[in-house]
């Protein structure tokens, strides 16, 4: 049974209707590169039709190496050495994070619960989608879980290897992306198998419904058939148009040397219906400069519609650009329909560049974490612009959060860092967090860890001018992670989606934190309902926590209520009913130092669920309390 905290807050009602598509603009300038790209064509036939049920077997398959890390290349490594020793005699940073103007609101966090649980699996590579009437599918590197948007479990702990159930996928399944399509109100959800030439398979499975519950249509892309017998396909990133479907990917020979980054260009439209459909592949993408692209990014829309025909891809040098400050552009240009796609290469330049960071210090452990090279995580496309993230040095060789905007109507690129001398800043992904196509506000969400904390998961928000909010917590670490030999692996991308058609803002994020328990230390997954108001945020203050503890729950007779605070401060006890009405204010006074005990008599209340708010300078909890 997994422990909810439930934040209370009220749901906005507004209506949906299915946006009109936007077209996809073209770039005001000739493309600096003359891209020549090559394409394939080909035929997915659908594999099964796949509704897991919970009377299945369950065999939870998994293999993970806990021996042998995930390796920098020479190159990097020694980068990440030197960089990691600037840290030694940095300043350490205190309070909140710094380096902006305060101006933007700061978000603030509602529903929120454990998410997927890893069971000593690494790294956690979290990714999450939301439908319109409040289904959410979450995944990382283990299992498939769905919820409703009030925290109600409806799949619990799905290995992988379980939802697809096939004997034919033998192989290792990893590397899990998923994308709610608010044209067709369905979900996509894609994963690898296999990381060899004679495995690999990237395994597409489309919902019946927008209810994940209702089952998947499930289709497989057999690598070797595809791209020929010599590579295999590594990290995926997918993205969707008006009408298509784009899955990229890394290929690597089978002595995982780098050979191209490769790009699925997918009708959808069957794939939701269940039937055979066309796609193409395409092969040798080269960047503006002329070398092989590399990791390349999907761009979708940001808000209640999408784009098209076609869609925008983003990357840049994973191992930084300290000089020219890299980023590249591909447009790829039509839907496969037409006669005449192709895909057009520009490249923009951020000022001052941009480097790798040291690997990331924890508490309590000499072990490090580490902080993965600069490719770009996320983005979205929006009124003319593409917004997207990348972690990359701060300051001192610590990591920090790259968020960036290329204005495509006047060819330019802007760009703001976010981090905290102290603590490392990455794998963030980013969210349009407003109700107006104009408005650029951005909400991104990251994981952060440093010698004073452990690893946890956090949110900021950008406005429309670039000013950051302060930084909110949306889970802290009660563990560091120690879970392979050398540096641990912090996993490759965080979850982030925008829940289309309501009035205001609605981001769920899905992010990993240190947990210890289990028989290691290792990783769980906390999901929350980010809002630019429901619920309260814990502002970026290092403190010690104060224990907030209800005996019993449900109530039998008398419920008391045990709050231990770090400090004596004035505290504000409210009881609030599942409409948000204050029943009472159960206390509102100084508490001292320790252990504080309140008792209630349940016979003053009628059965049902109520919440337990308790409100100080640095403590703001909301606890579910059930009276029979």
Same mark, same amino acid.
């Given at each position: 049974?997994?422990?909810?905290?439930? +934040?209370?807050?009220?749901?906005?009602?507004?209506?949906?209707?299915?946006?009109?598509?936007?077209?996809?603009?073209?770039?005001?300038?000739?493309?600096?590169?003359?891209?020549?790209?090559?394409?394939?064509?080909?035929?997915?036939?659908?594999?099964?039709?796949?509704?897991?049920?919970?009377?299945?077997?369950?065999?939870?398959?998994?293999?993970?190496?806990?021996?042998?890390?995930?390796?920098?290349?020479?190159?990097?490594?020694? *980068?990440?050495?030197?960089?990691?020793?600037?840290?030694?005699?940095?300043?350490?940073? +205190?309070?909140?994070?710094?380096?902006?103007?305060?101006?933007?609101?700061?978000?603030?966090?509602?529903?929120?619960?454990?998410?997927?649980?890893?069971?000593?699996?690494?790294?956690?590579?979290?990714?999450?989608?939301?439908?319109?009437?409040?289904?959410?599918?979450?995944?990382?590197?283990?299992? !498939?879980?769905?919820?409703?948007?009030?925290?109600?479990?409806?799949?619990?702990?799905?290995?992988?290897?379980?939802?697809?159930?096939?004997?034919?996928?033998?192989?290792?399944?990893?590397?899990?992306?998923?994308?709610?399509?608010?044209?067709?109100?369905?979900?996509?959800?894609?994963?690898?198998?296999?990381?060899?030439?004679?495995?690999?398979?990237?395994?597409?499975?489309?919902?019946?419904?927008?209810?994940?519950?209702?089952?998947?249509?499930?289709?497989?892309?057999?690598?070797?058939?595809?791209?020929?017998?010599?590579?295999?396909?590594?990290?995926?990133? *997918?993205?969707?148009?008006?009408?298509?479907?784009?899955?990229?990917?890394?290929?690597?020979?089978?002595?995982?040397?780098?050979?191209?980054?490769?790009?699925?260009?997918?009708?959808?439209?069957?794939? /939701?219906?269940?039937?055979?459909?066309?796609?193409?592949?395409?092969?040798?993408?080269?960047?503006?400069?002329? #070398?092989?692209?590399?990791?390349?990014?999907? !761009?979708?829309?940001?808000?209640?519609?999408?784009?098209?025909?076609?869609?925008?891809?983003?990357?840049?040098?994973?191992? #930084?650009?300290?000089?020219?400050?890299?980023?590249?552009?591909?447009?790829?240009?039509?839907?496969?329909?037409?006669?005449?796609?192709? !895909?057009?290469?520009?490249?923009?330049?951020?000022?001052?560049?941009?480097?790798?960071?040291?690997?990331?210090?924890?508490?309590?452990?000499?072990?490090?974490?580490?902080?993965?090279?600069?490719?770009?995580?996320?983005?979205?496309?929006?009124?003319?612009?593409?917004?997207?993230?990348?972690?990359?040095?701060?300051?001192?060789?610590?990591?920090?959060?790259?968020?960036?905007?290329?204005? +495509?109507?006047?060819?330019?690129?802007?760009?703001?860092?976010?981090?905290?001398? #102290?603590?490392?800043?990455?794998?963030?992904?980013?969210?349009?967090?407003?109700?107006?196509?104009?408005?650029?506000?951005?909400?991104?969400?990251?994981?952060?860890? #440093?010698?004073?904390?452990?690893?946890?998961?956090?949110?900021?928000?950008?406005?429309?001018?670039?000013?950051?909010?302060?930084?909110?917590? *949306?889970?802290?670490?009660?563990?560091?992670?120690?879970?392979?030999?050398?540096?641990?692996?912090?996993?490759?991308?965080? @979850? +982030?989606?925008?829940?289309?058609?309501?009035?205001?803002?609605?981001?769920?994020?899905?992010?990993?934190? @240190?947990?210890?328990?289990?028989?290691?230390?290792?990783?769980?997954?906390?999901?929350?309902?980010?809002?630019?108001?429901?619920?309260?945020?814990?502002?970026?203050?290092?403190?010690?926590?104060?224990?907030?503890?209800?005996?019993?729950?449900?109530?039998?007779?008398?419920?008391?209520?045990?709050?231990?605070?770090?400090?004596?401060? /004035?505290?504000?006890?409210?009881?609030?009913?599942?409409?948000?009405?204050?029943?009472?204010?159960?206390?509102?006074?100084?508490?001292?130092?320790?252990?504080?005990?309140?008792?209630?008599?349940?016979?003053?209340?009628?059965?049902?669920?109520?919440?337990?708010?308790?409100?100080?300078?640095?403590?703001?909890?909301?606890?579910?309390?059930?009276?029979?």
């Amino acid at each position: 049974m997994k422990n909810f905290i439930v +934040i209370l807050y009220l749901l906005s009602l507004g209506t949906w209707a299915t946006g009109q598509s936007a077209k996809k603009p073209s770039f005001p300038v000739k493309q600096e590169f003359e891209l020549k790209a090559t394409k394939t064509e080909g035929v997915a036939e659908l594999l099964e039709f796949r509704k897991p049920d919970a009377s299945e077997p369950k065999f939870q398959t998994r293999v993970v190496n806990m021996h042998s890390p995930k390796a920098y290349s020479a190159e990097v490594a020694l *980068i990440k050495e030197e960089k990691y020793k600037l840290k030694e005699t940095a300043e350490i940073g +205190i309070g909140n994070d710094v380096g902006h103007t305060r101006r933007a609101i700061d978000p603030v966090v509602g529903i929120n619960f454990e998410g997927n649980e890893l069971r000593s699996v690494t790294p956690p590579d979290n990714a999450i989608a939301v439908s319109t009437d409040g289904y959410v599918v979450a995944v990382d590197n283990f299992t !498939i879980e769905y919820y409703k948007s009030d925290g109600t479990v409806l799949l619990s702990r799905e290995s992988h290897s379980d939802f697809f159930n096939n004997s034919a996928l033998t192989s290792k399944i990893y590397d899990p992306r998923v994308i709610y399509d608010p044209i067709e109100d369905k979900f996509i959800y894609v994963i690898l198998h296999g990381s060899t030439p004679a495995t690999s398979k990237v395994l597409v499975s489309f919902s019946k419904t927008s209810n994940p519950q209702d089952g998947w249509f499930i289709y497989t892309f057999d690598m070797s058939t595809v791209m020929g017998e010599n590579t295999w396909f590594d990290y995926p990133s *997918i993205g969707i148009s008006t009408n298509e479907l784009y899955i990229s990917g890394n290929m690597f020979s089978s002595s995982n040397v780098f050979d191209q980054s490769i790009i699925l260009q997918i009708e959808k439209a069957n794939g /939701f219906k269940g039937t055979n459909f066309n796609f193409q592949t395409w092969k040798d993408v080269k960047h503006a400069n002329g #070398g092989k692209g590399f990791t390349l990014k999907p !761009i979708s829309f940001g808000q209640n519609s999408s784009y098209g025909p076609g869609i925008y891809l983003l990357s840049n040098s994973s191992g #930084g650009s300290p000089t020219q400050g890299n980023i590249y552009v591909y447009d790829l240009s039509d839907d496969m329909s037409a006669s005449d796609e192709k !895909i057009n290469a520009y490249k923009f330049n951020l000022t001052g560049g941009y480097e790798l960071a040291g690997d990331a210090a924890q508490k309590g452990t000499s072990d490090l974490i580490k902080t993965g090279n600069c490719r770009i995580q996320r983005g979205f496309f929006l009124d003319g612009m593409l917004h997207f993230v990348f972690n990359s040095e701060y300051v001192s060789g610590f990591s920090g959060i790259n968020y960036c905007r290329i204005d +495509i109507a006047n060819n330019t690129i802007v760009s703001k860092k976010f981090g905290l001398t #102290g603590f490392d800043y990455a794998f963030p992904s980013i969210a349009s967090f407003s109700g107006d196509t104009k408005d650029k506000s951005v909400l991104i969400h990251f994981l952060r860890t #440093g010698s004073s904390i452990f690893p946890e998961s956090r949110i900021v928000t950008f406005d429309d001018a670039m000013n950051s909010s302060n930084s909110v917590l *949306i889970k802290a670490g009660s563990t560091f992670v120690s879970q392979i030999s050398g540096s641990e692996r912090w996993g490759d991308y965080t @979850g +982030i989606a925008r829940r289309y058609g309501m009035t205001q803002p609605e981001v769920w994020v899905s992010g990993c934190y @240190g947990v210890s328990d289990r028989s290691t230390n290792g990783y769980n997954a906390w999901i929350a309902q980010v809002t630019p108001e429901f619920g309260v945020g814990v502002k970026d203050i290092t403190t010690t926590k104060a224990v907030v503890e209800i005996t019993p729950n449900p109530v039998v007779d008398l419920f008391t209520l045990d709050i231990d605070l770090p400090t004596a401060s /004035f505290t504000k006890i409210k009881l609030i009913d599942v409409t948000g009405k204050v029943v009472k204010v159960l206390y509102e006074d100084k508490l001292k130092q320790g252990v504080n005990e309140l008792s209630f008599n349940k016979n003053a209340l009628v059965s049902g669920t109520y919440f337990v708010q308790v409100v100080n300078e640095n403590l703001n909890t909301t606890t579910k309390l059930i009276i029979e």
